[in-house]
């Protein structure tokens, strides 16, 4: 049983995302705005919640105001709403203190990934479960995990089916995870082979990872496109 | 060499530069000094006995001071010479043996031998002695301090006759009674000029002749004591020459005398003693006669004695005189109100090898003789030695100057910044002011301030060194930075003549390339001013000519104003036409009635501006309403997303509300690509993009690019045949926004492309273009201009009835722009081309 704070002066935002999230199985608690977030957070409730999803434009007290002042005392994971896309509004609330960000219009399959990835991690890593054991055939980047022995691949726990080469591709990007790789250098370390104009097809297989490994493949999380240049695996 | 980099190095270098400067210059001067007495060009016996003869004149000092007491002392006694004095002056002659010829000599019968020192000395009352007993000593020499100590005084007499000696071909004058040989600089005997001579000449000498004729005959009539002295003066002559030969004896005259009691009116007389003039025996000639103070005269032979019979007795007279003017002479002589003596000195050599006597001069002589001949050849070397190490001091501090030990950079400090020529200069004036003192303090070594006078030559010697020093530094470091010119104020003033030359000259041609007319304008002028200048001077208006010049002057001034200002005013209008609206005109040294025209091209330039920026303005709150009004619309586009998301999760029965639900999700979906697209368009159209500019791969660009759309162009059964030139190209762009623009352009391909054909993507690469060229076959008829496609919210069919909103190609012009690049469509047909060009980087 997850407690859940949800943040919004759109009361139909709210009660949608109250039917998703205790559909999961989760509590949810309720603020129309920041300064109410504020008090309950720092109420008796406070101390259980174990997760915030922040709304940015809110009246009172917006939300990037509100996670400052929440951070002050609390590192709960803080997802944030935003309607607003440009970098330079997810860059501020990812320094006041924000754990993520979805923009509006979301995909609710994909905010409930998030919500999940980020409460697995607050639970897990974050506390008692500290002595993991660390499997050295294990890559871990995000909720992605791969298995080299089980040549097993799972996304935010779940088993996702990968054909070999799309395993393959996958496997030289998370063990290369941050570095740009050209197709070439792609192409030729998984087909060892040379390419002669097949570099197109490292991006279909890249595209088809995406559909796989990603909720909203136009603004992937892990196989992000350097175009121009090339692939990296992001965090 | 790297030692010597540090500042302490330099010092030494500098240091050891001076001290052995100083020792070349002392050795040096030693040497000049000692070669003074012939050191090196006369024998050692020679040099001894010039220091002798010094040390002989020591000696004629004591002895003479002593001449109250009979010229003995206890001192003089003590010392190891022998000594004699005469009086009087006329000692060559005189048997230096004698001793009754002497006032006093200690002699005791030592022969004076051949190399004694004899001088003679004039004394008078006031003759002061300093004394010393040492021989040479710079603060106290020996030394006779009276007025007129040579004796000598500049006497002059009137002429009293003048005449010449054809055999001997030497003027003679007759003065202070007796004969003396005229200098030929103050004659010309000869025929160049008219013999009658000048007047003015001729009378003086006839009234000298006319004197001299009176006076023979008065001697004649006087007494006998007169007649005497003139008989006198003969016989003195006649000694002093000692030559007797063809002159009349003492009796001959007494009875010449006598029987020449008649006086010859035709005869010149001289002395008493008749002579023809020249002019019986000389025809055309005549003698001009120079003065010292510039008078000058042609005197007939009339007023010339011939003196060739007595030329026997004039030949050896020597003394010649100088003539202040044509009638009067001056010559050196004895001062008659001072005693002379002269002084016969040579040393005791018994006493003198007993060298017990150190405090004697000749002693102090001798000691002084060998040792300056014991150091004759050390000397020289001493000095070439130093010489070499003073040179060779310099060049290394030369070497060093500007190094520094942490750096292998020449750095130039305080001393070498000073601009080289005022550093030359300075140094040349600083080097002369020293040179004078230098000059000053060394004469007056001899003085009685020896020691200071030393010590400040010294002073003044290392100054001039330092200062030598500060300038070849100076001077080197500027050559090794190259810098001897361009450290200079000339180099500085002609940059700054140059800049005005090449400000004037950039003005000019700045002027003749905005106004057309200009050099026809100036032509026009020369024409008109060589014609109004041929016009003065056919006219001879010759009056007006400099009002003409400052006139034509004042003229080109203006005309070069107003050429000036109408340039500028043409330059600030032609800019503003093309659309540069931050050009206004400068108005100063305008004439007025351009500056009201200049004026008013400002004020149309700030309306411009100000057009503009409201322009901007309105723009930019354009865009800023669609941002805000976008992210409005997401919050409740997010509530419909959801709910239909949560209504397809329900279970409905119903099939239309099925469907209806999908039309819903499908829409919202859309609404929400339109939104974001919107905020993008307005963002770059209104300039609110930031670029990050990298090199980018175009072909790693393109193979990802269809990538990504494999399975939309499978799915819309359109087959994608791409023709890539090469394995790699590059490009500057910002890789996000480029990507992009490939995205909307692949998309335009996948939504409009007609199923079931090909499509076409090429990569060209030209001498300095890379080129995209996306070509696809439209399925619906594209009734519409390319121009149209590009605007925003326009598609091909205009119908709207397919998935997009119009916006792709508009965002993909506006970044492609921005970017650097362009992009082209072109309709033919149904063959629908897309042309994208960047710039090749390597």
Not at chain 2, 27 to 40: D, K, R, T
Not at chain 2, 334 to 350: G, I, K, L, R, W
Not at chain 2, 434 to 449: A, F, K, M, R, T
Request: proline letters at 2%; glycine letters at 6%; aromatic letters at 10%.
């Amino acid at each position: 049983m997850n407690n859940i704070l949800i943040c919004d002066d759109e009361q139909d935002i709210i009660s949608a995302l109250r039917i998703y999230l205790e559909s999961e199985g989760m509590n949810v608690t309720s603020a129309s705005n920041g300064k109410e977030a504020v008090e309950i957070m720092e109420g008796p409730q406070g101390k259980d919640m174990q997760l915030i999803l922040m709304d940015v434009m809110m009246p009172v007290m917006d939300g990037i105001s509100a996670m400052a002042e929440i951070r002050k005392k609390s590192n709960v994971p803080i997802i944030m709403l935003t309607a607003k896309s440009e970098d330079a509004d997810k860059v501020i609330g990812l320094t006041v203190g924000a754990d993520d960000y979805v923009t509006k219009p979301f995909n609710p399959v994909e905010l409930m990934a998030r919500v999940k990835s980020q409460l697995r991690r607050y639970t897990m890593l974050g506390t008692q479960n500290t002595n993991n054991i660390v499997n050295t055939d294990t890559i871990t980047v995000g909720g992605i995990e791969l298995n080299d022995k089980s040549k097993e691949v799972t996304l935010d726990g779940n088993p996702v089916s990968l054909t070999p080469i799309e395993y393959d591709i996958l496997k030289l990007l998370m063990t290369h995870k941050g570095e740009v790789l050209s197709p070439r250098d792609i192409y030729e370390s998984v087909w060892k082979d040379t390419v002669i104009g097949a570099e197109s097809t490292v991006a279909v297989h890249i595209r088809h990872l995406r559909e796989k490994l990603e909720y909203d493949s136009a603004n992937p999380r892990y196989l992000k496109a350097v175009w121009g240049h090339g692939y990296k695996m992001g965090d | 060499m790297k030692r010597f980099y540090t500042k302490s190095g330099k010092v030494i270098l500098s240091i050891i530069c001076i001290i052995f400067s100083l020792i070349f210059s002392a050795s040096f001067l030693a040497c000049v000094l000692l070669e003074n007495w012939g050191l090196y060009s006369s024998t050692r016996q020679e040099f001894k006995q010039t220091l002798r003869d010094m040390a002989g004149g020591d000696y004629s000092v004591w002895i003479l001071s002593e001449a109250n007491s009979g010229f003995q002392s206890e001192k003089l006694s003590q010392m190891n010479c022998y000594y004699g004095v005469i009086e009087g002056n006329d000692v060559p002659n005189i048997d230096l043996n004698n001793t009754s010829n002497y006032i006093y000599n200690n002699f005791n019968g030592t022969k004076v031998p051949e190399n004694a020192y004899v001088d003679r000395y004039g004394i008078d009352k006031d003759t002061h002695f300093t004394l010393s007993d040492k021989f040479l000593a710079p603060s106290r020499p020996n030394y006779i301090d009276s007025y007129n100590y040579d004796s000598q005084i500049y006497i002059t007499y009137s002429i009293d006759g003048i005449g010449y000696d054809i055999v001997g071909q030497k003027a003679y004058v007759y003065a202070n009674n007796q004969f003396y040989p005229i200098d030929s600089g103050y004659y010309n005997y000869s025929n160049e000029n008219s013999d009658e001579g000048t007047p003015n000449t001729n009378k003086i000498y006839s009234k000298i002749w006319s004197n001299s004729l009176s006076s023979a005959s008065q001697d004649i009539n006087e007494e006998d004591e007169t007649y005497y002295v003139v008989e006198e003066y003969e016989e003195s002559v006649i000694n002093a020459e000692d030559e007797t030969v063809d002159y009349l004896p003492s009796e001959a005259a007494e009875n010449a005398q006598s029987e020449s009691a008649q006086i010859e009116e035709d005869k010149l007389y001289i002395g008493g003693r008749a002579f023809n003039p020249l002019s019986t025996e000389v025809d055309g000639y005549s003698m001009e006669l120079f003065g010292d103070d510039g008078s000058e005269g042609v005197l007939s032979l009339d007023n010339v004695a011939d003196l060739t019979d007595i030329h026997a007795e004039l030949k050896d007279l020597d003394e010649y005189v100088s003539m202040d003017n044509i009638s009067t002479i001056g010559t050196y002589e004895d001062n008659p109100d001072m005693q002379y003596y002269s002084v016969v000195c040579f040393p005791n050599e018994e006493k003198l090898s007993a060298a017990n006597h150190t405090n004697d001069f000749y002693a102090q002589a001798d000691s002084v003789a060998n040792k300056a001949l014991s150091v004759k050849y050390v000397l020289p070397v001493i000095a070439l030695i130093a010489f070499i190490i003073a040179i060779g001091s310099l060049i290394l501090f030369m070497c060093a100057a500007g190094h520094r030990k942490e750096s292998d950079e020449i750095v130039a400090g305080f001393i070498e910044k000073i601009p080289t020529d005022i550093a030359l200069i300075g140094t040349f004036f600083a080097e002369f002011i020293v040179l004078v003192c230098l000059y000053e303090s060394v004469n007056d070594i001899g003085s009685l301030d020896w020691f200071f006078s030393i010590f400040i030559s010294v002073v003044v010697f290392v100054a001039g060194m330092i200062i030598g020093l500060l300038w070849s530094s100076n001077f080197a470091v500027n050559i090794k930075l190259h810098k001897l010119w361009s450290n200079s104020i000339l180099a500085k003033i002609c940059g700054v003549v140059a800049k005005w030359f090449k400000t004037f000259w950039q003005e000019v041609r700045q002027i003749s390339a905005t106004v057309k007319w200009t050099k026809r304008i100036w032509a026009l002028f020369i024409v008109i001013s060589v014609i109004e200048f041929l016009a003065i001077f056919i006219t001879g208006a010759d009056g007006i000519f400099l009002f003409w010049v400052l006139e034509k002057i004042a003229f080109a001034i203006i005309l070069r104003r107003i050429l000036r200002s109408y340039a500028r005013i043409k330059a600030t209008a032609m800019e503003l036409a093309a659309g540069n609206t931050e050009s206004q005109v400068e108005l100063n040294g305008m004439p007025l009635f351009l500056e009201e025209h200049a004026r008013a091209m400002n004020d149309i330039q700030s309306g411009i501006n100000v057009a503009l920026a409201e322009r901007t303005k309105s723009e930019r709150m354009k865009t800023e309403l669609i941002t805000n009004v976008s992210h409005d619309i997401k919050t409740p586009l997010t509530s419909i997303i959801n709910y239909v998301d949560l209504l397809e999760k329900e279970d409905i029965d119903n099939s239309k509300a099925k469907e209806y639900l999908e039309v819903l999700d499908r829409q919202s979906k859309r609404l929400k690509k339109l939104i974001e697209d919107l905020i993008e368009a307005s963002k770059i159209s209104s300039g609110n993009v930031k670029f990050n500019i990298e090199k980018i791969n175009a072909v790693v660009l393109l193979n990802q690019s269809i990538g990504e759309f494999s399975d939309r162009l499978e799915a819309n059964e359109i087959t994608l045949v791409t023709s890539i030139a090469s394995q790699d190209a590059y490009l500057q762009a910002d890789n996000r926004y480029l990507w992009r623009v490939f995205d909307n352009l692949m998309s335009n391909i996948v939504k409009y492309a007609q199923p079931k054909t090909r499509a076409y993507v090429d990569l060209e690469e030209g001498e300095s273009k890379l080129r995209f060229v996306f070509r696809n076959t439209s399925k619906e008829e594209l009734n519409i201009s390319a121009e149209e496609l590009m605007e925003r919210f326009v598609r091909g069919d205009k119908s709207r009835y397919t998935d997009g909103n119009g916006l792709g190609l508009s965002i993909a012009k506006s970044l492609t722009e921005a970017m650097g690049g362009t992009i082209n469509l072109s309709i033919d047909g149904d063959l629908f081309k897309a042309i994208l060009e960047f710039d090749k980087v390597v």
